[in-house]
């Protein structure tokens, strides 16, 4: 038996020590919106928060966060997280979608410890988390705007830069060099 602090409640899960985090959180909590992508902690697509901290659950054993507080993307409740999720929805980040539970808890730890991100800030910390399908110019757009909703600034962009489309495939995760590409 583990017990974690799940998304602000108490859970304790009957898993064995070694469970990766994230068939903890989606086997038997039953929360599916964090997503298994690579499975190494290589993609980003399991990301959660653990005690706010951006972490791969695919590798983290759920021995190593008993006590902890994880969130999930199901649990962010905070106005970063809400700014985050406005922004995301107006500029229509998301394409396929399964990159973007990862990419969201990434972007609201980013904006929690940095107000107002350089595109340089944006691209260090989202660096792990990939996306195979190109949507990176609209998620940098959005942290943008987030950062600009939370300061109380202007409108947010009426037009998000144009996505590339094509690093859709089905062979998992777009490589470095692909998303270096279509930033
Ligand atoms: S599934 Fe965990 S980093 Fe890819
Ligand atoms: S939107 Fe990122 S993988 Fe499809």
Redesign the pocket.
């Known amino acids: 038996m583990i017990t974690i602090q799940l998304n602000g409640e108490a859970r304790t899960l009957d898993v064995p020590p070694e469970m990766p985090l994230l068939w903890a959180i989606r086997q038997v909590a039953h929360l599916h919106g964090t997503k298994f992508g690579c499975g190494i902690s290589v993609c980003g697509a399991c990301t959660v928060h653990v005690d706010g901290v951006p972490t791969r659950a695919c590798v983290t054993p759920v021995s190593a966060v008993e006590g902890k507080a994880v969130t999930t993307i199901e649990g962010l409740a905070d106005p970063v997280a809400a700014a985050v999720q406005t922004a995301w929805t107006a500029l229509s980040v998301?394409?396929?979608?399964?990159?973007?539970s990862g990419?969201v808890m990434a972007a609201t730890a980013l904006l929690r410890a940095n107000a107002a991100p350089s595109d340089a800030d944006i691209d260090a910390a989202m660096d792990g988390n990939?996306?195979?399908?190109g949507?990176y110019p609209r998620i940098r757009a959005a942290i943008h705007d987030a950062a600009r909703r939370l300061a109380g600034g202007a409108a947010p962009d009426a037009e998000a830069p144009a996505a590339a489309p094509a690093a859709?495939g089905p062979s998992g995760?777009a490589s470095g060099s692909a998303r270096s590409a279509t930033r």
């Open positions: 998301a394409q396929c979608g399964y990159c973007q990419q990939l996306c195979r399908c949507a859709l995760p």
